[in-house]
């Protein structure tokens, strides 16, 4: 018996769940890219390129 899974969404891979940094620490929703920043849509969270290191 196979365990039950839900689909990913649309641009999301199995690879994006084992990188904790693409969602946001906040609410828990899969950051959206723009340029070198990282930011949640639905809190207004963002992370800039030097927040990374």
Same mark, same amino acid.
């Given at each position: 018996?196979? /365990?039950?899974? %839900?689909?990913?969404?649309?641009?999301?891979t199995?690879?994006d769940?084992?990188e904790? #940094?693409? $969602?946001? /620490?906040?609410? %828990?929703?899969?950051l959206s890219?723009?340029k070198?920043?990282?930011?949640?849509?639905q #809190?207004? $969270?963002?992370?800039?390129?030097a927040?990374y290191?």
């Amino acid at each position: 018996m196979e /365990p039950i899974t %839900s689909p990913a969404a649309p641009g999301e891979t199995d690879r994006d769940e084992h990188e904790p #940094c693409l $969602y946001c /620490p906040v609410c %828990s929703v899969r950051l959206s890219e723009r340029k070198c920043k990282l930011f949640c849509k639905q #809190c207004g $969270y963002y992370m800039s390129c030097a927040d990374y290191y």
